[in-house]
């Protein structure tokens, strides 16, 4: 069987010269879930945007053996299901159920049963009685659940999160930790968050300057990298409370 995510040698440059990706290689197999880790500015929301063929760079991606090109695009988006680092950019209806309800009726469902799923995705995040409410007056925490909402009800096979916990209360942290923990897909995970990683995912890539530079089970690729405010907390065991 194909890989669900397959890239090899993806280079991007912006318009305005910026090369925010220099060769990346990268394999998601079967369900698993994937962290990756990065500073600021290092290309990793650059890659997850060619996933989706939402940037086009030079080398090859394959999503489910399907070369992200446009013939393929529609069948892709409906697999792939990409919660945005900006919620806002995701957001745009009138409500909330007709915002979760946007994607199944893109893909063709009809009305009935596109807000059925739409619905039930609002269920699983805890947003039903959110459902009438314009998206542009709900919190940043509310935002996120929402636009995840939109991803479930595609009921796709990957989920791409960029930076999910960014704007989260400790509360609501937790919540979308126990959520993600229930959801059978694939997932990819952009975070700065290594408990969370931990929590998630079964290994970590670490990216700097649009490369992948180190990768591995994410406790081990998060030392290396030194990618935490509290490394003692994490890798020696020992609380100092
Ligand atoms: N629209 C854009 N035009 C020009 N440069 C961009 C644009 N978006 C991002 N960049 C640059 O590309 C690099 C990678 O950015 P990004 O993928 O957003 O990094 P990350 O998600 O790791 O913080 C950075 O140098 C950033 O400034
Ligand atoms: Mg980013």
Known sequence: ?????????????????????????????????????????????????????????EGEIRICGLPVEKEHLKTIRSRVGIVFQDADVQLFMPSVLEDAAFGPLNLGL??????????????????????????YHLSAGEKRRVALAGVLAMEPEILILDEPTTFLDPPGREALLSLLQGLPQAKFLVTHDVEFALALAGRAVFFEEGRIVGEGPVAEVARKHQWTVNQRRFFSGAQTG
Do not use: C, W
């Open 110 to 135: 009809p009305e009935a049963e596109a807000k059925r799923r739409a619905r039930r995705a609002l269920e699983q995040v805890g947003m039903a009685g959110a459902a009438e409410k314009a998206p």
């Open 1 to 57: 069987m194909a890989a669900l995510i397959e890239v090899h040698n993806l280079r991007f440059r912006y318009p305005d010269g910026t090369e925010a990706l220099r060769g990346v290689d990268f394999r998601l197999e079967g369900r698993e879930t994937v962290a990756l880790f990065g500073p600021n500015g290092s290309g990793k929301t650059t890659f997850v945007l060619h996933l989706v063929g939402l940037l086009r760079g």
